[in-house]
């Protein structure tokens, strides 16, 4: 019997070393697995606390002490209200809490306070776990601090408050649609613009507020921009500007700048268009006025007797037919010339210090034709606004005649001259001057008033002077009688 018993006890100890072995090496899992839980709460971002039943902190991760600057030391033991609890605050924390109690794990959003009596945002992710009885035996929390989002969604909002109000107060009119062109917000400058309520527009579909024609350039435009956008894969920068004829409540029609370009899902797919749209009326309305003055000018030039350029620093940008035929040229010979094309060379220095002195008076210069020929040619400019910008309109007028005429008259005013000086060599007996005798002359040759200051290069005023003092000195009663008297008694050759 005491053999068998000592045979059993040394049958039992291999059995007892192996049960050490293997509480031993459980022992050793349980460390381990015990510091890679702790090790992997303490390298985690967001802070992580484990609290008894009474909700007394048994743990807690650095991270939750970086989070709220208590050490572990303040908060391990620490029960409710915790240190980083706002004093202000405790109904809002004791409801989230009694959720958790009741096994409803939502998260929640929370302001904890750190040590320095800062607050900040936070979202706590609870849990807990329970022994077989169902007694709860530990709360778990991760907390994560959430002021970086909660400041981009501020930015967020406040951003959207500005475009807001910017969309609200700008004159133009910023509107959004599906892909289908409907609208899906209009800001209220569309009253301004087309006299509709921005609900009263949105409930229309394109066809009822612009042109037909206008609706088909936006569909065109549209449908182009989509086969780019197949192609080039998703062009997030491009825009497309248009000019469109809206239709307005009342039935009339306002011409609009449109610029408009995709709106975007967050994964870049087209989901419909955002656009800014413009009153251009008075701009039209100012482009027909020029496109109208154009014409009339045209007109005009073309019926006028003179020659009409319209230059920009002596370089010819419009001219009229007159004009090219005094010259020897076709029409559209002349557009694009310089103007000393047009001036032989003894003039050109004088034409081109007028043309940069900006002189404004009308001269004379001899003109070259295209065959080579010179004529005496009389110009006179202004500067006018012409396509945007300032340019110099001259009218030019072929002074042959003119010139001929001039020289006529100033050959029959030198034999004239020569007369009355012959005459006055002879003497006369009633003391007139030299001028005088001349328009005594003309006076017995039956010339007017007018035909005397003419020839004689003097006004009608100074011509009826001379003729009072002629009447005076001879003692007639008329021009008539002087005049007889005077070739009567041999005064005039």
């Not at 709860?136 to 408050?161: M, N, P, Q």
Request: charged content about 30%; aromatic content about 6%; glycine content about 6%.
């Amino acid at each position: 019997m005491t053999q068998r018993k000592i045979g059993e006890r040394q049958e039992a100890r291999p059995a007892r070393t192996s049960n050490t072995t293997e509480r031993m090496r459980a022992e050793e899992t349980l460390r381990d697995a015990k510091q890679f839980s702790e090790g992997l709460l303490a390298a985690m971002k967001d802070g992580v606390s484990v609290l008894d039943a009474r909700g007394v902190h048994v743990y807690v991760n650095s991270a939750l002490c970086e989070m709220t600057g208590f050490s572990r030391d303040e908060l391990i033991g620490a029960g409710p209200p915790h240190p980083y609890w706002p004093p202000e605050e405790p109904e809002e924390i004791g409801r989230a809490f009694e959720k958790t109690m009741r096994d409803q794990f939502e998260d929640f959003e929370l302001t904890f306070m750190r040590k320095n009596g800062q607050r900040f945002p936070v979202i706590v992710s609870p849990s807990r776990t329970k022994d077989q009885q169902g007694n709860v035996v530990h709360y778990f929390a991760t907390v994560k601090d959430i002021t970086g989002r909660k400041r981009a969604e501020e930015a967020l909002r406040e951003s959207e408050r500005r475009y807001r109000l910017l969309a609200e107060n700008v004159t133009d009119v910023i509107w959004t649609t599906d892909m289908d062109l409907n609208l899906t917000y209009v800001s209220p400058s569309v009253v301004r613009l087309q006299g509709y309520s921005p609900d009263e527009i949105i409930a229309l579909p394109f066809e009822q507020i612009m042109t037909p024609s206008s609706l088909k350039t936006v569909r065109k435009a549209l449908a182009e921009e989509l086969a780019m956008e197949s192609r080039e894969q998703k062009n997030l920068s491009r825009s497309r500007t248009l000019e469109i004829e809206e239709l307005r409540k009342d039935g009339s029609t306002v011409w609009a700048e449109m610029k408009v370009t995709f709106l975007r899902d967050p994964d870049g797919q087209p989901v419909g268009l955002v656009g800014v749209t413009r009153d251009i009326s008075k701009r039209k309305q100012a482009e027909e006025a020029l496109r109208e003055s154009e014409r009339r000018f045209r007109t005009l030039s073309e019926s006028s007797f003179e020659g009409i350029a319209i230059h920009s620093k002596g370089r010819m940008l419009e001219a009229n037919q007159p004009l090219a035929t005094m010259f020897g040229y076709e029409l559209s010979e002349v557009i694009g010339m310089h103007v000393l094309d047009f001036v032989a060379p003894e003039s050109r220095d004088l034409v081109l210090h007028t043309i940069v002195s900006g002189y404004r008076e009308p001269f004379e210069f001899t003109g070259l034709r295209k065959d080579g020929s010179t004529f005496p040619v009389e110009v006179c400019g202004r500067p006018i606004p012409y396509q945007g910008k300032m340019v110099t309109v001259a009218a030019l007028r072929d002074i042959t005649e003119h010139k001929q005429a001039e020289e006529a008259l100033q050959k029959v005013r030198e034999e004239l001259e020569n007369r009355v000086e012959r005459q006055m060599e002879r003497g006369n007996s009633y003391g007139l001057t030299f001028r005088e005798l001349t328009a005594l002359h003309l006076v017995a040759a039956g010339k007017a008033d007018k035909e005397i200051g003419h020839e004689l290069g003097i006004s009608p005023l100074t011509v009826h002077k001379h003729l009072a003092n002629i009447l005076s000195k001879m003692g007639a009663a008329s021009r008539t009688e002087a005049g007889v008297r005077a070739l009567r008694e041999g005064l005039l050759d």
